[in-house]
Every structure is written in structure tokens, then in C-alpha cells.
């Protein structure tokens, strides 16, 4: 009996259940659950603006890579073709009839409409250069016109920017019967968002270049932005350069003795025309190209300088 009893009395005693602690038992007061979630709502908002900012750079770079990429294939071709205007030219091809070769120019027409002869350049402005040459390699003579039209399409270009480069490559005639200012152009390609217009000498530092019209994609005008900053519109697209490194006054054609002579070289020039430049000022995209940050289109510049190899 009294081993029985003192195991009852074991099992009761482990049965019994000690009181838990109220305070053990507690979470987070409402206090502590607010304080961390203003501290996390802080690291996350910084966190996202650095993405954001991150995000903005690298879409204004981009913008700008593409700018550069598409107006640097348009100066390379530039000046593959100017290295080849005056390409064969009358010191190489002899023409029936003339009484001399050479200058393939007003003063000497059946030489300058003969389409096996290239002319070299015909006429150059500060918004428009045209040549002859043989620029794809075939020996085929074509006409080449780069010229800057404003936001209408006019040429001159007489309106607003953004204005276009447009490009035209057409076989001289065959027929002998038109002369190099008179060839007619076809342009095929052309590269857009182009701001600078503007010639020497003009109201301001470059000279009376158009004004840029339009809007960002956030309703800011580009004529209130771009207005102050006169050498994104100022400066010519085409400038030529003699020997020496010196300017040439354009506009300049073959239609005239002295204009022929500055444009094509022969043993008696002395401040003849030996490179061209050209200058591009592109404006990124109304609506994908503006910079988030600055709430504005970026403008990049591009130059390209042509050597006349046959001059």
C-alpha cells in the first residue's frame, strides 16, 4: 500500500503546471512596429532613388550613343564622297569637240556636260554643297547634292529648326546635254533633328541661325530653352577651307570665272578650296530622347572634315 500511494502521488505532482510569465509572452508594441516601419519606408525610398537616377543617366547616355552613332555614319559617307569629287576629271578624260579639256566649267560647256568628266565641286554654302565624282567605285560620274532643309522642307531653309541634311546621288546625264548646276537632284536619304543653320557673319557669334521650334514631351517649348544658347543654331553646316587653313566666303559656284577658280584647283589658284567641314548639331527625339532629369532634349555635335584629294 504505501508504494502504490507514493506513486500515485509522484505521477499527480508531475502533472502539475507552473504559472507562465504575462510579460514572456508579449510582441512588438504598436510604437516599435510604426518606428521600424518608418525606418524601412526611408532605406527603400533611398534605395529607389538611386534607381531611378541610375535608370535617367543611362537612358540620357543611351540617347546620346544613338545621336552620335546615326550622325556619324552620315559625316563618314560625307566624306568618302568628297574624297572623290573631281573624279576623273578633264585632265584625264578628253572631250570630242572642245577646244581645250579643262576647266569642266561654265566658261568651257561642252566639257563640263560631258558625263564621263566629274566637274568637282559645283557649288558650295554654308547650307548646301554640290559635286561630281565617281563616289561608289563603278567609274560611273554622279551628281552629288548635300543640302539643309528647315522644318517645312524649304531650301533655302528659311523657317525653323529642326532641320534636315538631305543627301542626292544621281547619274550625270548621259546625253551631255545638262550642265553641273543644272543636273536635277533625287534625295533618297537624309538625317533629321539637324539645329545649326546659321552663316558667318550674320546678327550674332556664327550668324542668324534659325530658331528651334517644338516641344519636349512635358510641354516645355525648345525655342524658350534653346533661344539662349546661340551655338547650338548658329553655326554653319558647311564651312571650306583654302592650303593655308583659312576660311573661303561662300557661297561660291562654277557659273563664274573667279568662282571656278576658288572651287577647283588649277596651277594658278592660290586660295583654292582644299577641305569642306562639316558641322552637325543633332536634337535628341521629342519624346524618347528628352533626359528625364533635366526635362530637356541633350544636343550632340559632331564634325567631319573632307579633304579633296583631287583638287
Same mark, same amino acid.
Given at each position: 500500500?504505501?508504494?502504490?500511494y507514493?506513486?500515485e502521488?509522484?505521477?499527480?505532482?508531475m502533472k502539475?503546471?507552473?504559472?507562465?510569465?504575462v510579460?514572456a509572452q508579449a510582441?512588438?508594441?504598436?510604437?516599435?512596429?510604426?518606428f521600424?516601419?518608418?525606418?524601412?519606408?526611408?532605406?527603400l525610398a533611398?534605395?529607389f532613388?538611386?534607381? #531611378?537616377?541610375?535608370v535617367?543617366? *543611362?537612358?540620357?547616355?543611351?540617347?546620346?550613343?544613338? %545621336? $552620335?552613332?546615326? +550622325?556619324?555614319?552620315f @559625316?563618314?559617307?560625307?566624306?568618302r564622297d568628297l574624297?572623290?569629287?573631281?573624279?576623273?576629271n578633264?585632265?584625264?578624260?578628253?572631250t570630242?569637240g572642245?577646244a581645250t #579639256?579643262?576647266?569642266?566649267?561654265? *566658261?568651257?560647256?561642252?566639257a563640263?556636260k560631258n558625263h %564621263? $568628266?566629274?566637274? +568637282?565641286l559645283?557649288? @558650295?554654302?554654308?547650307?548646301?554643297?554640290v559635286?561630281?565624282?565617281?563616289?561608289?567605285?563603278?567609274?560611273?560620274?554622279?551628281?552629288?547634292?548635300?543640302?539643309?532643309?528647315?522644318l517645312?522642307?524649304n531650301?533655302?531653309?528659311?523657317?525653323t529648326?529642326?532641320?534636315?541634311?538631305?543627301?542626292?546621288?544621281v547619274?550625270?546625264?548621259?546625253?551631255?546635254?545638262?550642265?553641273?548646276t543644272?543636273?536635277?537632284?533625287?534625295?533618297?536619304?537624309?538625317?533629321?533633328n539637324v539645329?545649326?543653320s546659321?552663316v558667318?557673319?550674320g546678327?550674332?557669334?556664327?550668324?542668324?541661325?534659325l530658331?528651334i521650334?517644338?516641344?519636349t514631351?512635358?510641354g516645355a517649348t525648345?525655342?524658350?530653352?534653346?533661344?539662349?544658347?546661340?551655338?547650338?543654331?548658329d553655326y554653319?553646316?558647311?564651312q571650306?577651307?583654302?592650303q593655308?587653313g583659312?576660311?573661303?566666303?561662300?557661297?561660291?559656284?562654277?557659273?563664274?570665272?573667279?568662282?571656278s577658280?576658288?572651287?577647283?584647283?588649277?596651277s594658278?589658284s592660290?586660295?583654292?578650296?582644299k577641305?569642306?567641314?562639316l558641322?552637325?548639331?543633332?536634337?535628341?527625339?521629342?519624346?524618347?530622347?528628352?533626359d528625364?532629369?533635366?526635362?530637356?532634349?541633350?544636343?550632340?555635335?559632331?564634325?567631319?572634315?573632307?579633304r579633296?584629294?583631287?583638287n
Amino acid at each position: 500500500m504505501s508504494m502504490g500511494y507514493e506513486y500515485e502521488q509522484e505521477e499527480t505532482s508531475m502533472k502539475i503546471q507552473r504559472p507562465t510569465s504575462v510579460s514572456a509572452q508579449a510582441g512588438f508594441s504598436l510604437l516599435e512596429m510604426v518606428f521600424v516601419c518608418a525606418i524601412l519606408t526611408i532605406v527603400l525610398a533611398s534605395i529607389f532613388n538611386s534607381v #531611378n537616377l541610375v535608370v535617367q543617366r *543611362s537612358q540620357a547616355e543611351q540617347t546620346k550613343v544613338d %545621336l $552620335v552613332q546615326e +550622325g556619324r555614319d552620315f @559625316v563618314d559617307e560625307f566624306e568618302r564622297d568628297l574624297h572623290q569629287a573631281g573624279y576623273p576629271n578633264c585632265r584625264i578624260v578628253a572631250t570630242a569637240g572642245a577646244a581645250t #579639256n579643262c576647266p569642266a566649267d561654265n *566658261s568651257n560647256p561642252l566639257a563640263a556636260k560631258n558625263h %564621263l $568628266v566629274a566637274a +568637282g565641286l559645283v557649288s @558650295v554654302s554654308n547650307t548646301q554643297v554640290v559635286f561630281e565624282g565617281a563616289v561608289d567605285g563603278s567609274g560611273t560620274v554622279y551628281s552629288v547634292t548635300y543640302q539643309l532643309v528647315d522644318l517645312a522642307g524649304n531650301y533655302p531653309p528659311t523657317g525653323t529648326c529642326p532641320c534636315t541634311i538631305q543627301r542626292s546621288q544621281v547619274p550625270k546625264d548621259p546625253t551631255d546635254a545638262t550642265l553641273p548646276t543644272a543636273q536635277t537632284p533625287t534625295f533618297s536619304q537624309e538625317l533629321q533633328n539637324v539645329v545649326n543653320s546659321g552663316v558667318p557673319g550674320g546678327t550674332s557669334a556664327y550668324g542668324s541661325g534659325l530658331n528651334i521650334s517644338g516641344n519636349t514631351a512635358w510641354g516645355a517649348t525648345n525655342t524658350a530653352y534653346y533661344a539662349a544658347i546661340s551655338s547650338f543654331k548658329d553655326y554653319p553646316v558647311f564651312q571650306a577651307y583654302d592650303q593655308n587653313g583659312n576660311i573661303i566666303s561662300l557661297p561660291q559656284d562654277i557659273t563664274t570665272t573667279g568662282g571656278s577658280a576658288i572651287l577647283n584647283c588649277s596651277s594658278s589658284s592660290s586660295t583654292c578650296v582644299k577641305s569642306i567641314r562639316l558641322t552637325i548639331n543633332l536634337l535628341a527625339n521629342p519624346t524618347a530622347g528628352v533626359d528625364l532629369k533635366t526635362k530637356v532634349r541633350p544636343v550632340t555635335t559632331l564634325v567631319g572634315d573632307a579633304r579633296l584629294v583631287n583638287n
